[in-house]
């Protein structure tokens, strides 16, 4: 369970990202925050995992404050949440499975991580890990040989050996293709349905929200200024979430003819 109570986040110089955001979502969830460029949703995501600190209010990570936390709380609570970015974010000369076995530094000491020491079981998970999202075949390819769409898989194993309990994906698609588009989304969904990790994607399409959400946030000038089932998310709902009709290279779709 993720829960926000007023949460605000003002930037140093004064802009404000997020403005009294009240959200509770429960374990297993596949949520989709959809808004304009600007709205608030990497903030929000970042808020989340504590990459950005907010200014107001309180998070609550299965309920504990990860606002107040620090030292070791805070790193036990982070363990539990795994972050997919748009770029990846891998060591491209290292090889695929070093990546993923990167997933588990948070279970071991830093003199342990840093020599590389990890138990036998620790190459299992990642194995394991690997086949979920099927590249266990590319494991001792270096990162960067491989096409953005299994880079990206490597992202997900990597949050799948963590055992992360919740994964926030922040435009986990943007930079690939439409086939390829698909194919992570699938398989985000996949691992969130057989694993009931709770998933909370950023996505620009909103087609593509529509077909793997089960919930909707519309975020619009830092505010959430909608919150309900993919069934109620109608083109007048984004179009309000917007603040203006939805246009053509907002649906993946179009991108594909
Ligand atoms: N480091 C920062 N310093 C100051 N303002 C920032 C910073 N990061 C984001 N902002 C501002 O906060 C607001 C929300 O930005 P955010 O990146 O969360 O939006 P977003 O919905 O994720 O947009 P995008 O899809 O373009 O990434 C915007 O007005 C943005 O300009």
Redesign the pocket.
Known sequence: MIELTNVSKT?P?G?K?LNQINLSISQGEFVVIV?L???????LLRSMNRLHDITEGDIRIGGKSITQASGQQLRTIRRDIGMIFQSFNLVKRSTVLRNVMAGRVGYHSTLRTLLGLFPKEDTDIAFEALRRVNIADKAYIRADQLSGGQQQRVAIARVLAQEAKIILADEPVASLDPLTTKQVMDDLKRINQELGITTIV?LHFIDLARAYATRIIG?RA?EVVFDGPVSEATDNVFASIYGRPIEQDELLEERVV
Do not use: D, E
């Open positions: 930037y110089n802009t990202g808004g460029s600007g709205a608030g949703k990497s903030t950023n975020l830092g």
